[in-house]
């Protein structure tokens, strides 16, 4: 099966947005089997969207259009696939009141232009979304399926793995696709791959995908089998290599970031953390606090943005700061072992640098930074030099600290 | 003119890789006056590439290819655009031999394969390459151009510059292009719309675009005009009526985020300021230190996830948080007071809300949130109900308290 991927919005054909949507997409459609052959990008323009539209369904058995399905006149992706697939368009009371409720919900009064997300094509189901007022839709047309998706990110990914994963997969003939998944922290991607390269250049099935963020890299592995005893052993043998070649640097067989691996390591223990950060300003402790639940273990902490609150909240000596200055190793220590003082937590992660792009000193340059972590018995520090800018410089220091947290309770 | 880009390349169809050619080839064209109005990507594949050039001839004046022009069999930009335009192609010995000292150059040999960049379309100009071996070509079809573009930024982006934008400048009427962007916070996608519609529907030129994130809305108005005091006129206009319409929800007209419009009015004031957060956990101070030189007005504060925290770092009374519990009003106050009492800081804000999935209780749902602003003479709060996941409700607060605080800074 091929698809196209439409994405609309005037927004896209600036020089400043890019459609990330498609890449997600194709990513879930591959995985499938799907091949994507096209992408077209189209404004906010009625006529030339049903072009596309009528052109991608000329060519592909799978449409699918993302963004458009807003409440204002520049949203025109249902009247643009009605027009091409030359269908009426049908008010559903029981969509409006549900947009209705979610205004209400929030104490809002819901606008009468949202009355217009309320109407669905001929023939179409309509795909519930639980993150928006926008309704996405599935319009079968023969053997042909036009998918309409809404653009915000948070309410296309969810709905589609919802409602669009299983359709689709009643379309194609039957496949086992298994994967396997690796995250490897604070190692360069081309190290990674000089590592690992030599294994996974030898297989085209499983298929190997590698993807980089800020010191955080991800090694997706994909088998495609009739059967799903062949996937899995296939997955066995080029996983347990690659296992092998990169030891104890991968900390999560299943995706999960850092921050999740450290917050079940420390439920599992009823072991508690608190932070003491500088340079980067909340980013750590918003990373441990975006998982669901981190309350079971995390206290709470200190941002001590100032040498004044280095001294007075985590009680960091003043002759500490002026000997050393307040990017180096013994106040990274103090930081720590202040924190974990003042909060009874059993471990406390602290980091200070110097984020950039001012900042630096003859000593000190732009992207030193210092992490410690102090627990029960000892009080580690870390020190990296990172090489970015500024929000480069602080991702890769929360991942430092949260990396020695995770070989600590590793046990590493 | 209108314009459109066609990237090919089928590594521009996996999951992993974005076209960004045309973002650059985009801001080039917009500043000539020239619209973008739509961008296809095509693989690696001749008659899909042939019918995309088509589709694009028979709307667009000017129509852009980029990638493609490699020696290599899976290189079909010029067939393709040969076999769209019913043109022969015609081979050049002076390109040849111009591709063959460029490996001189570097002591190899020309393949035989490289041959294949020597072959130009009928009646085409070749655009020579400094960079790279594959020349560019320009088409003129009748009043239309289809212009034919390497795909390595480093060869395509020069070649444009000193080709392209002097041909395209002898087209193009003389034209000045001039912006006006508004950010507004907390109001809903809808009820910007609501207000200002009936203003921006009444105006082609300027063009208003509208961009909607987590209580976060981009309104962007573009006047294109022969002459700048016309645009500008035309955006006093449009944007007079906007700003009338909209009041202090509007706190940015140049796009600087929330973040930066406080962190300029403190620097301006010489005042500083602190934060408590609950529920979100660090990215309101994470938001707060993205802004390069915060140090200047941001001390630090205080992560108090647990009720003991607040009571131990802030010193929020127990009896308080037994009587209200920590998502109320009485608890946001009483972390605002706490955090700047312990920092002396000017300002001092507190989040505490339920982030969810977990947590509510009967009394407090789910997106509940509280924000506290202390400042010298007073304690203001505000409370919310944020619809959403975690991440949504956790973005929103913090808008919530960095608006606080804006409204308070500019006197509102």
Redesign the interface.
């Known amino acids: 099966m091929n698809a196209e991927i439409i994405a609309v919005g005037?927004?896209?054909?600036?020089?400043?947005?890019?459609?990330?949507n498609s890449?997600?997409l194709?990513?879930q459609l591959?995985a499938l089997g799907v091949?994507?052959?096209?992408?077209?990008?189209?404004?906010d323009?009625r006529e030339?969207l049903a072009?596309?539209v009528r052109?991608a369904c000329a060519?592909s058995e799978l449409v699918i259009l993302t963004g458009g399905l807003?409440?204002?006149?520049?949203d025109v992706t249902r009247d643009a696939v009605a027009a091409a697939l030359d269908r009426t368009q049908q008010f559903r009371q029981d969509i409006c009141d549900a947009i209705d409720q979610?205004f209400r919900?929030?104490?809002?009064v819901m606008?009468?232009?949202?009355k217009r997300q309320a109407f669905v094509l001929e023939g179409a189901e309509a795909l519930p979304n639980p993150?928006g007022t926008a309704p996405g839709q599935w319009v079968q047309d023969g053997g042909r399926a036009v998918v309409l998706l809404p653009g915000?990110p948070?309410e296309m990914q969810p709905l589609f793995v919802k409602e669009c994963l299983p359709r689709l997969q009643r379309m194609l003939p039957p496949q086992v696709i298994r994967t396997r998944s690796y995250r490897v922290a604070l190692m360069a991607e081309s190290e990674v791959d000089q590592r690992i390269a030599p294994v996974y250049t030898k297989y085209a099935n499983p298929a190997t995908?590698i993807?980089a963020a800020a010191g955080d890299i991800q090694i997706h592995l994909r088998a495609r089998c009739a059967a799903e005893a062949d996937a899995e052993s296939l997955l066995a043998e080029v996983g347990g290599q690659i296992e092998a070649l990169l030891g104890d640097w991968i900390y999560s067989r299943n995706l999960d970031p850092l921050e999740v691996v450290i917050g079940c390591a420390l439920r599992a223990r009823s072991q508690t953390l608190s932070?003491a950060?500088s340079c980067?300003?909340?980013?750590?402790?918003?990373?441990?606090?975006?998982v669901?639940?981190?309350?079971d273990y995390?206290?709470?902490?200190?941002?001590?943005?100032?040498n004044?609150?280095k001294t007075?909240?985590l009680g960091v000596p003043e002759d500490l700061l002026r000997e050393h200055t307040a990017v180096s190793e013994p106040v990274a220590e103090a930081m720590a072992r202040g924190a974990r003082l003042?909060?009874g937590s059993t471990y406390a992660l602290s980091v200070t640098g110097i984020a950039?792009?001012?900042?630096a000193t003859e000593a000190i340059p732009v992207g030193a930074v210092f992490a410690g972590l102090a627990g029960p018995q000892t009080c580690r520090i870390r020190r990296a030099h990172f090489l970015g800018d500024?929000?480069r410089v602080?991702a890769l220091a929360s991942q430092l600290a949260l990396d020695m947290l995770r070989r600590e309770l590793a046990g590493l």
Chains 1, 2 share one sequence.
Request: glycine fraction near 12%; charged fraction near 25%.
């Open positions: 005037s927004e896209l054909l600036t020089p400043q947005r890019v459609d990330t890449l997600w194709t990513d591959n091949e994507v052959t096209a992408k077209t990008i189209v404004g323009h030339r072009e596309a052109a060519r807003g409440p204002t006149e520049d979610r919900r929030s104490n809002r606008a009468e232009i949202n993150n915000p948070n995908t993807l932070v950060e980067t300003g909340g980013l750590l402790a918003q990373r441990i606090t975006s669901p639940g981190a309350s995390f206290l709470g902490g200190f941002l001590t943005y100032s004044r609150m007075e909240l003042r909060t950039g792009p001012g900042g500024r929000d602080r």
